[in-house]
């Protein structure tokens, strides 16, 4: 199902933070990294689509205007995990990933089981599947929310800074599996990230946004990532590479400043 989005204002206390965004679209089967400096409002932009604070504008998945759907349904069908998450429930990591499970779908026994066990097996959590959440490190706290958010299969998954608290092995482990399991499961997965190197790696579109709110390019990480572009939106000085056998590289090398010199 293809998310949508036109002409999205978001409000807060008395500060405008997303204004007009539009032209934004997600595609099932594809990872869209959702890029852009500190406030600029990557947060803001997917709350509101998940329903979470109050908009103007138009939120499609397909047909479907997302404000025309009851919270549950809409929290079904679109999942945000926040950028921290702070469950400290007395629940050990299998139980959880259960218990997420089950918030959206119907009990169905050992299937359900089976699920949580190949889930935790394919992000390497089956050694703390016993350990309560209040035991582990804020990385492996990390995975087990991304393994609480793919259990309840949304039809789009938006995760905000999912790779922040990963040391660089589980980095590339959980976008590359979030990246096979939106082509197998058809589902749209939005992930606002900071690195742009890893952004460029696994995302099939970008979303970038920059200073107040507003979209400054969309397509694919050709066509969005350019030094040019990297100088205007961050005020940095980077280099941008596609090499023809290894991944994408973004350096970043100086932070400008406002007359366009290197920031001592
Ligand atoms: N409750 C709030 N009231 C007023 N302004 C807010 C509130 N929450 C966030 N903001 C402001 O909205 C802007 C966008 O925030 P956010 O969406 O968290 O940005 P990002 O995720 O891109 O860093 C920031 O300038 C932030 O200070
Ligand atoms: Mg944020």
Known sequence: MTLTVEALSVTLGR???????????????EVTALIGPNGAG????????????RYHGEIHLETQDLAGL????????????????????ALSVFEAVLLARRTTHPARGREDLERVERLLHT??????????????SGG??????????????PQVLMLDEPTSALDL????????????????????????IHDLSLAARFADHLWMLGAGGRVCATGTPRE??????LREVYAIHAHVEWPANEPPRVTPLAALNPLGGVEL
């Open 140 to 153: 492996q706290r990390q995975r087990v929310a991304i393994a609480q958010a793919i259990v309840r299969e």
């Open 15 to 29: 500060t405008p933070v997303l204004q007009a965004v539009t032209g934004l679209r997600a595609a099932p089967g």
């Open 42 to 53: 990557k947060s803001t932009l997917l709350k509101a689509i998940a329903g979470l604070v």
């Open 123 to 136: 992000l390497a959590l089956t050694p703390l599947a016993e350990r309560d959440l209040g035991q582990l």
């Open 169 to 192: 092995h589980h980095q590339l482990q959980v976008l590359a599996w979030l990246q096979a399991t939106a082509r197998e499961q058809s589902i749209g997965v939005i992930i606002a």
């Open 224 to 229: 969005v990532l350019s030094a040019a572009r």
């Open 70 to 89: 009851a919270h549950a349904e809409r929290a079904r069908r679109v999942y945000y995990l926040p950028q921290e998450s702070t469950t400290r429930a």
